[in-house]
């Protein structure tokens, strides 16, 4: 992967790495995530200034959300916005070759966060924890485009895509547990 050796909250991605809108449309037609049951590929923690960490294993509370995730230090931090998921193969497409930790989710997981797949109140376990689809929506930013480009900003905004969640989706934690790097991530309920 290429970019930066420290990713932290003001990190901008390679422009010579952003993907054209034609070149999202080609990747597009081979994306596909499992739709029951999948892997949890990486955990993202972002410390004090939004440094970023790739712990082997971390709790997941539902009162701190990742613990030590910049989240919990938040004065009036909202369940609904815990946990940041995104599906890994998309974000390794959006990402061409730069850090995962660029995105700033905590959660990269191998499998379809499609509202068809899980919609709002869909229960996942991951590990020893259980999470839920909130109802907030994941949308791309100013940052999200100084990371990635224009092009993957729009893609997110799509109308005929949104309902892919390719940005990624937000879930509360349920039920206390620790996770692991390569835990399965297994659907209990949907909606």
């Known amino acids: ?10 990190s901008i991605g390679n422009p010579q790495l952003y993907l054209s809108d034609n070149h999202f449309e080609v990747i597009l037609r081979t ?14 923690r972002r410390t004090i200034g939004g440094v970023r960490e790739t712990p082997e294993t971390a709790q997941l509370s539902r009162m701190e959300g990742l613990v030590g995730d910049s989240w919990g230090r938040q004065w009036k931090a909202s369940p609904d916005g815990q946990l940041t998921v995104m599906e890994t193969g998309v974000a390794q ?6 850090p995962l930790t660029l995105f700033g989710d905590q959660l990269f997981v191998d ?8 919609p709002i109140g869909s229960r996942i376990q991951i590990g020893g924890a259980t999470v839920e689809v909130s109802a907030k929506p994941h949308n791309g930013c100013g940052k999200f485009r100084a990371r990635f480009g224009a092009d993957a900003l729009r893609l997110l905004s799509r109308p005929d895509l949104r309902q892919r969640n390719f940005r990624g989706i937000y ?9 692991a790097m390569g835990d ?3 659907i209990i309920s949907r909606g």
């Open 111 to 118: 499998l379809d966060l499609s509202v068809a797949n899980l």
């Open 184 to 186: 399965d991530v297994r």
């Open 1 to 10: 992967m290429s970019g930066p050796s420290r990713v932290d909250s003001n």
């Open 31 to 44: 994306l596909g995530a499992p739709k029951d049951s999948g892997r949890l590929t990486l955990l993202v």
């Open 171 to 179: 879930m509360r934690v349920v039920d206390d547990g620790a996770v």
């Open 93 to 98: 497409m959006i990402a061409n070759g730069q």
